[in-house]
């Protein structure tokens, strides 16, 4: 019964550096996204995935990388970290794309400094 | 350019009134519009949908409507129960088949008892 799960919760960063933020779903579904929302915004889509091995990018996916090997899993990658990411990242998946209910994890607070 | 507007950043309503949350937007090719709820520190829920084809979709408590000609959605809350103290997020996708959704900066709204 775990949903969306990613990891880490929280994270401080130093300019330059990178990370790899985790997101896995045990529900089988197919497409998967990343989000970002800044203070008093709403949501971003920084990347999207509709099925193992397939990545496209959303509206803002400048500084960020993905992957997609398997269903479960889909890591988003900060590869030289800069205060403009300092910001909550959501993970989603749904099953069947964006007009069906989509499924959020608990978000990773970055910070960058 | 702001897509979608939620133009009240909150909302204060007593137990057991109507609470109506608003959505403007100003792309007549969104075909689909959702809603979110959001509890801080967790991920977005969806709540409830509505095609462009339809002006009204009901679920308990909950129900959208859609005004085309205005660019206007609205969610109603009948009776409003402390549990809906959060904040709404309306999102709208721009063709069919399009994985990438625009949402709104949100309407915190708070029940009061």
């Known amino acids: 019964n775990a949903g969306v799960t990613q990891t880490p919760k929280f994270r401080i960063l130093k300019i330059g550096q990178s990370m790899t933020l985790q997101c896995t779903q045990d529900?089988?579904?197919?497409?998967m996204y990343w989000y970002r929302q800044d203070p008093g915004m709403g949501l971003k889509l920084i990347y999207y995935?509709?099925?193992?091995?397939?990545?496209d990018k959303g509206e803002v996916p400048n500084g960020y990388n993905v992957s997609r090997s398997t269903t479960e899993d889909f890591p988003l990658r900060l590869e030289l970290a800069a205060p403009s990411q300092t910001s909550v990242y959501f993970c989603?998946?749904?099953?069947?794309?964006?007009?069906?209910?989509?499924?959020f994890g608990q978000g990773t607070r970055l910070t960058v400094v | 350019d702001q897509q979608v507007k939620q133009n009240s950043p909150s909302l204060s309503v007593q137990e057991g009134r109507i609470s109506i949350l608003n959505c403007d937007y100003t792309n007549s090719m969104f075909d689909y519009f959702l809603w979110y709820k959001k509890y801080p520190a967790e991920g977005p829920t969806f709540l409830i949908s509505i095609s462009s084809i339809k002006d009204k979709n009901e679920d308990g408590r909950f129900t959208v409507f859609l005004n085309k000609s205005a660019k206007h959605l609205s969610l109603h809350i009948v009776p409003s129960q402390p549990g809906d103290s959060a904040v709404y997020f309306c999102?709208?996708?721009?063709?069919?088949?399009?994985?990438?959704?625009?949402f709104g900066q949100g309407t915190r709204l708070t029940i009061n008892p």
């Open positions: 995935s509709v099925g193992a091995g397939i990545t």
């Open positions: 529900m089988n579904h197919n497409y």
């Open positions: 999102a709208a996708r721009a063709i069919q088949g399009a994985q990438k959704l625009v």
């Open positions: 989603a998946s749904s099953y069947e794309g964006v007009s069906t209910e989509a499924f």
